[in-house]
């Protein structure tokens, strides 16, 4: 059974910055990308950020492009999400999630969630 934990999140005031982290058990984690899904209350879980499983591919949703980075240590089957420029629309929970490799520009949890999330808070 593989396991995945979240963690990094917090509450940051409007302009600020988090590092989320989420660990994935077992020897699996470089035969897979992966991604950052986020869902606040009321809306979809969507996905907004993935990384191919040898690092060298990204994508991103138009909403964190150019303030969020994805990136992963498959050593440490470990993945980031460095968030910079924080604002109070990315208040939400965030997940990680497998991805399918041909589906890293879709960015699609093709695996379903495992993790119970980080919460992650913006205030003004």
């Known amino acids: 059974q593989v396991q995945v934990v979240e963690s990094g999140g917090g509450l940051v005031q409007v302009g600020g910055s988090l590092r989320l982290s989420c660990w994935v058990s077992?020897?699996?984690?470089?035969?897979?990308?992966m991604g950052w899904f986020r869902q606040a209350p009321g809306t979809e879980r969507k996905g907004i950020a993935c990384?191919?499983?040898?690092?060298?591919?990204?994508s991103y949703a138009d909403s964190v492009k150019g303030r969020f980075t994805i990136s992963r240590d498959n050593a440490k089957s470990t993945l980031y999400l460095q968030m910079n420029d924080l604002k109070v629309e990315d208040t939400a929970m965030y997940y990680c999630?497998?991805?399918?490799?041909?589906?890293?520009?879709?960015?699609?949890?093709?695996?379903?969630?495992r993790g119970q999330g980080t919460q992650v808070t913006v205030s003004s």
């Open positions: 077992g020897s699996i984690f470089d035969d897979y990308a």
């Open positions: 990384i191919s499983h040898s690092g060298s591919t990204t």
């Open positions: 999630a497998l991805v399918g490799r041909s589906s890293v520009q879709a960015c699609t949890a093709d695996f379903g969630f």
